[in-house]
């Protein structure tokens, strides 16, 4: 069965400090890996993919198949990236996401 | 242009009560999801819709029932509430983009508290 972890319920780091948000998963097949963020009072969005190695709101994630990561990254925090993220895994069959259990970040003044 | 739509947005049932969480999206996607989000636990998978007329179970379907009425709307049923189903509710629809890449739209949830 697939599976994604996110260990860290929490991380708290000063503005301007860079910042890991930790995703690893377990999967069978060739993954396919996403991350959303919700804001305080608003909806879960997509935040990027891996499939498009693109960077949003300065953020990267880069897939290590090896360590069957895929962790989301910033070198400098802003305190509007406080939010809740998901890392997510695609189900192919189902075509639905498996969530992980979230990381709450939180960027302090 | 709203996306994806929930009503209510908030409920509190007694314990055995029904009720009928909706969801409606105008983006004319194809696919529709019901996850339900707990402390600790991310959001799960309780059924999904492929297409119009088609439904399947997802990871936690047991205490519910749905309806792809039409393409727009994909509804959520509890026949008799429990305690264990107070959660938040969130409906998705997907757009699915050329290159296997694909996005999946949010609404904003509904919370609901079973007593």
């Known amino acids: 069965a697939q599976r994604v972890t996110q260990p860290e319920k929490l991380l708290s780091v000063f503005k301007g400090a860079p910042v890991e948000l930790k995703c690893n998963y377990s999967?069978?097949?060739?993954?396919?890996l996403f991350w959303y963020v919700q804001y305080s009072r608003q909806r879960l969005q997509l935040l990027l993919r891996?499939?498009s190695r693109e960077s949003i709101k300065g953020f990267t994630a880069d897939l290590n198949k090896g360590e069957t990561s895929f962790h989301l990254k910033k070198p400098f925090a802003q305190e509007e990236d406080s939010a809740m993220y998901y890392c997510?895994?695609?189900?192919?069959?189902?075509?639905?996401?498996?969530f992980g259990s979230g990381t709450r970040l939180q960027v302090q003044p | 242009n709203a996306g994806v739509t929930q009503t209510p947005k908030f409920q509190v049932l007694k314990t055995g009560q029904s009720m009928t969480l909706q969801c409606a999206q105008d983006?004319?996607?194809?696919?529709m999801y019901w996850y339900r989000q707990d402390p600790g636990m991310g959001l799960r998978l309780i059924y999904y819709?492929?297409?119009?007329?088609?439904?399947d179970k997802g990871e936690v379907p047991n205490g519910y029932n749905v309806s792809r009425l039409n393409k727009r709307e994909f509804s959520l049923r509890l026949e008799s509430a429990a305690p264990s189903q107070t959660s938040v509710y969130f409906c998705?629809?997907?757009?699915?983009?050329?290159?296997?890449?694909?996005?999946?739209?949010f609404g904003p949830g509904t919370r609901l508290l079973v007593l």
């Open positions: 891996h499939i």
């Open positions: 998705a629809s997907k757009r699915a983009l050329a290159g296997g890449q694909e996005t999946q739209y």
């Open positions: 999967y069978s097949g060739s993954p396919e």
């Open positions: 819709s492929a297409s119009e007329g088609t439904t």
């Open positions: 983006m004319n996607h194809n696919s």
């Open positions: 997510a895994l695609l189900d192919t069959g189902r075509r639905a996401l498996t």
